[in-house]
């Protein structure tokens, strides 16, 4: 092939990548445009927004989040006083009563699909005629060290006539962050200025994506690929920490922090005129555990490296027995969640999160405990 012919075929080449590229962007960007519209017409998020899980939050006192009023993300919409819940006057109107629920991700739901949380399931259980306020005031990652402020700073102000909390016990297997305050770090004389991201990049570029963010909401990564990330995460969390890092049983001392906090917490809502009613927390897997609980039980040591599977499952286990003591100790009301969940893997999508049917379980168990009570009392 001679040199002119050699150049010729570059030329066409390029020509074609170009024309590859320009139909890529294009497709992309009609992508976009169309998740953006479909958001606008059926959502109401502006056209131009840029959503985000962290654009729900505001910071509050003592290191606690509170939610930003209005906020949007996904299916997630937030009221005017920053609760996953329909709007709501500040007080509850004479003779009604409001049901506020505390916890984390496994009562704020799924934020990919609206009113399938137990609470809005319980809200569509309810007779209309009842006058009864529900009000989903959980956070992902809203472990129960933070309850009793968060409670405190953004809850009891509103008036609640009972509150509801879920706690996410199994997280007391973890960094306890919230528990105590982490020490302000130095300040160095000197210190090189911290650099600054331009404002516009492609990071920021595809966190805005919202074709990119339906795609990561159907789309998972291999499960063999998550579990050999999850295994080197572990491994580098263990790396240069001592011997006694690792949980070689269930720690009576997080059981005992536990308690401390639901105790202040319960505390909290009786001085805020409000009835506790605490709920235990339920898992998908069983104690001992099974085979096909053990994939569960591992991926939750992302966020709890510390402790071994057996160790994890048990600690639920014993979790709810010390519920189900403080309960009593207490005289709070319990609703004992994990007795009826515990290891029903069709009701869970993980070792934690609940199922649509999950969900509706929990709604009707409530229900039904409480259309108990109130017979009861009559």
């Known amino acids: 092939m001679s040199l002119e012919e050699d150049s010729k075929s570059d030329a066409s080449q390029r020509v074609r990548l170009s024309t590859w590229f320009v139909l890529t962007v294009i497709v992309a960007l009609a992508c976009e445009v169309g998740a953006r519209l479909d958001d606008l017409f059926f959502e109401g998020i502006p056209f131009s927004a840029a959503p985000t899980f962290e654009g729900l939050f505001i910071p509050g006192p003592n290191g606690v989040r509170l939610g930003r009023p209005n906020a949007q993300w996904k299916k997630v919409r937030l009221n005017s006083f920053g609760f996953r819940s329909p709007e709501i006057p500040k007080t509850p109107p004479a003779g009604c009563e409001r049901w506020m629920f505390l916890g984390a991700s496994e009562t704020f739901g799924e934020p990919s699909v609206a009113n399938t949380e137990y609470p809005a399931k319980l809200r569509s259980l309810l007779d209309l005629s009842s006058c009864t306020e529900i009000v989903n005031t959980a956070f992902p990652g809203l472990g129960p060290p933070f309850l009793p402020a968060y409670y405190r700073a953004a809850v009891a102000q509103y008036a609640p006539t009972k509150v509801f909390f879920y706690p996410s016990t199994h997280l007391y297997l973890g960094g306890l962050q919230g528990r105590k305050k982490p020490p302000t770090p130095p300040v160095t004389p000197n210190a090189a200025p911290i650099p600054v991201k331009p404002a516009i990049s492609l990071a920021a570029i595809v966190n805005s994506s919202r074709v990119l963010e ?6 998972h990564m291999p499960g063999f690929i998550q579990k050999r990330r999850l295994e080197k995460w572990i491994a580098n969390a263990a790396a240069n920490k001592p011997d006694d890092w690792r949980f070689a049983q269930v720690p009576d001392e997080r059981l005992e922090f536990m308690l401390e906090d639901l105790r202040e917490l319960i505390d909290a809502i009786r001085a805020s005129g409000a009835e506790p009613i605490l709920m235990t927390h ?3 897997a069983t104690y001992p555990p099974r085979a096909e609980d053990r994939s569960d039980l591992f991926a939750m040591r992302a966020y709890v490296p510390q402790a071994s599977e ?3 499952a048990e600690f639920e286990y014993i979790a709810d027995d010390k519920l189900r003591e403080l309960a009593a100790a207490t005289n709070a009301r319990l609703i004992d969640v994990a007795r009826l969940m515990d290891g029903k893997r069709d009701r869970f ?11 509706a379980d929990v709604a009707q168990l409530i229900k039904n405990e409480m259309d108990k009570h109130a017979a009861a009392a009559r």
């Open 214 to 219: 339906r795609l990561h909401d159907s789309l």
């Open 282 to 284: 339920a898992i998908r």
């Open 310 to 312: 057996e160790v994890l």
């Open 349 to 359: 999508i993980d070792l934690v999160h609940f199922s649509s049917q999950g969900h």
